[in-house]
């Protein structure tokens, strides 16, 4: 909704308050022009109700203003004297238009010194409950919210499995954007699977400012542009998936600032020429291709903590040409065609195969040939061992569509990318045939239909056009950054999918409350040694869980002599 829209909708909302209650505010001892000025009619109706003026507030705040201006309903008309359960039933199934009912046709006594405690047991658990709901609402909008790391992309920093706070004011505080959502939900409703929110009334985008700024190699959990739920592929060109709030999280590491020029040589980041200098926390993992005179077995995984493999087993010729056999092989997530003779096809398996279809399939395992994901001191470690033939970084395909910018005129590959310019807000850039492609996503929905413009990037010849119009140059309405894994080869990031806009930044994640290692169980699968760790800083992570441990049994043993004191006394 535009601004206008929004105005034009506030202005309704305030007529329609003024004739529901300004009987009521007469008979609560008020004048009746009080009901219609706006905001001030809020702080006097607080009086008439005989509640704190901060609720005033917490209306006006979106999201929790969902359960409190309803909570405002049922207050209002029982400080007149309506406080059975078909009154709250009908005021609120109304959505509040009840109140013109009980204004024009019943007699109206202001109870001016109602108490604020509520009358039942049952009452008191549902206003006790109702006030938790918007105090947590708040803690998780504004200030801090709780993020599950599903993913490898961070791997030896952030591990799956690692349950994270991430504090929101540091870069300062997204206000929602859907006006009409269910409290502390994300997309979905859990088990149910429906949508959480409504998407036919948005905020305009508003954040509050923070007090730090996203720097080189900071880790950020942002909305992820392009939102898809199946594989990645190349982004469709004018479509928005989702209101930007309520697109799915991602963490990754901010690699490259807006003004920067980025490169990947040979899997490094280079910013504006020279190599990144990442923190000592950070570990950049590659797939390398292994191979040795000895057997590359679960033991030697084991050795060397290896966690991802592929291992490569050949098949004959006559068993690959029957299709049956080339779409088991070839089911997502498990194999593909690696590299072909005239009697057998080599396949990488990336997936689970069992015994009885390795038999089956008269699959022959290569047992001194293994690629696996790792970090370059694992790979000088290796290469360090007698029987170590090779360790080389492996060798992606260039080009095609499947990287950002999704065209096959720019020849790169996940380890050499590039050079990209990383937008920032104000600067001007030249628009031609050559460089549209970066920028038609960020013209047409990240600074078009995300704010309300109606934006398409056609072409003519050599021609670049603008909803029609000729276009040379374009400038960037807000700040762009580039966000990738550390495990480089085993991440979908930015190479993946582009820019990410400074509007679809939701925090930092500042503090490992919890991690679990899905891999184990019972007691286990708690990593000890990363529960209450900082999620920056140098050096190995510290645990500061017995310190927790220890404040939280001096409170409770505080607790204990305090109560003990007043039954004495």
């Not at 507030?57 to 359960?85: C, D, K, Q």
């Not at 570990?283 to 033991?299: I, Q, R």
């Not at 001007?428 to 920028?439: A, L």
Request: glycine share 6%; proline share 6%; hydrophobic share 40%.
């Amino acid at each position: 909704m535009t601004l206008t829209g929004w105005l034009l909708f506030l202005l309704i909302v305030q007529v329609i308050h003024f004739l529901s209650t300004w009987k009521l505010y007469v008979a609560g001892g008020r004048q009746a022009w009080e009901a219609g000025i706006p905001v001030y009619n809020a702080v006097i109706l607080m009086k008439i109700i005989n509640r704190p003026w901060w609720w005033v507030i917490l209306m006006f705040i979106p999201i929790v203003n969902l359960i409190m201006i309803p909570v405002v309903w049922v207050e209002t008309i029982r400080s007149f004297g309506f406080n059975s359960a078909k009154h709250t039933f009908l005021v609120l199934i109304t959505l509040g238009l009840y109140i013109f009912y009980i204004s024009y046709t019943q007699k109206l006594e202001h109870i001016a010194d109602r108490s604020r405690k509520p009358r039942t047991a049952t009452g008191e658990w549902t206003s006790s409950i109702l006030f938790a709901i918007v105090a947590a609402t708040l803690v998780h909008t504004y200030f801090m919210q709780p993020f599950t790391i599903p993913t490898s992309s961070l791997e030896k920093t952030l591990l799956v499995g690692d349950y994270l706070f991430v504090s929101k004011i540091h870069y300062g505080a997204r206000a929602p954007m859907t006006s009409v959502a269910l409290p502390m939900l994300h997309d979905r409703v859990p088990l149910a699977g429906s949508k959480s929110y409504y998407s036919g009334l948005e905020f305009p985008y508003f954040r509050i400012p923070g007090f730090q700024k996203i720097k080189h190699n900071d880790i950020v959990v942002f909305s992820w542009p392009v939102d898809e739920y199946v594989d990645i592929g190349p982004p469709p060109s004018g479509y928005m998936y989702k209101p930007i709030d309520k697109k799915s999280n991602y963490v990754k590491r901010c690699v490259a600032l807006p003004g920067d020029s980025m490169e990947i040589k040979n899997g490094y980041v280079h910013i504006n020429g020279i190599k990144n200098d990442l923190p000592d926390r950070a570990k950049l993992m590659f797939y390398m291709a292994v191979t040795s005179k000895e057997p590359l077995d679960n033991t030697f995984m084991a050795r060397f903590d290896i966690q991802e493999a592929m291992r490569f087993y050949k098949v004959d010729k006559t068993i690959w040409d029957d299709k049956r056999v080339q779409d088991y092989l070839n089911e997502p997530g498990r194999s593909y065609l690696h590299e072909s003779s005239r009697d057998s096809v080599t396949v990488e398996i990336t997936g689970h195969i069992g015994a009885n279809d390795i038999r089956k399939l008269k699959m022959e395992p290569l047992y001194n040939k293994l690629n696996v994901n790792i970090t370059e001191e694992q790979a000088q470690w290796i290469r360090e061992l007698p029987a170590t033939e090779s360790v080389e970084i492996f060798s992606f395909p260039k080009g095609g569509d499947d990287l950002f910018p999704n065209n096959p005129y720019y020849q790169w590959e996940m380890n050499n990318y590039g050079p990209i310019y990383i937008p920032k807000a104000g600067t001007t850039v030249v628009i031609n045939t050559e460089s549209i492609p970066f920028y038609k996503r960020i013209i047409e929905i990240y600074e078009g239909s995300e704010y309300g413009i109606e934006n398409e990037i056609t072409q003519s010849g050599t021609q670049v056009l603008l909803n029609g119009e000729p276009i040379t140059e374009y400038t960037f309405i807000q700040d762009y950054y580039w966000m990738m894994g550390d495990n480089r080869n085993n991440s979908q990031d930015a190479r993946v999918w582009g820019y990410v806009p400074f509007n679809h930044v939701v925090g930092k994640p500042v503090f490992v409350w919890m991690s679990l290692d899905k891999n184990k169980s019972w007691l286990s699968k708690i990593r000890w040694d990363r529960m209450f760790t900082t999620v920056g800083g140098s050096g190995e992570p510290v645990s500061y869980f017995k310190y927790f441990l220890m404040v939280l049994g001096g409170w409770f043993l505080f607790s204990f002599i305090r109560k003990k004191k007043k039954k004495k006394a």
